[in-house]
């Protein structure tokens, strides 16, 4: 059985989620994926949560450059 559209849609709208995703065409999960959300997000942290946040995002760049 489909899920119909307006389902999809409002489940795309409760998580923040791309339809393309949710439909399994697009790699790309989030709506919202750019530097000025990930700014609000960090921003929005407690200072533990941006010392973990800088440290993961350390880890995905050597993670990165040692590929």
Do not use: H, V
Not at 40 to 61: D, P, Q, R, V
């Amino acid at each position: 059985r489909e899920l119909p559209i307006s389902f999809a849609l409002k489940i795309c709208e409760k998580f923040n989620i791309s339809l393309d995703w949710l439909a399994g065409t697009s790699d790309i999960k989030y709506r919202d994926q750019t530097p000025t959300k990930l700014s609000e997000i960090y921003n929005s942290l407690s200072e533990e949560g941006k010392k973990e946040l800088f440290n993961f995002a350390m880890y995905l760049k050597t993670k990165e450059e040692n590929k």
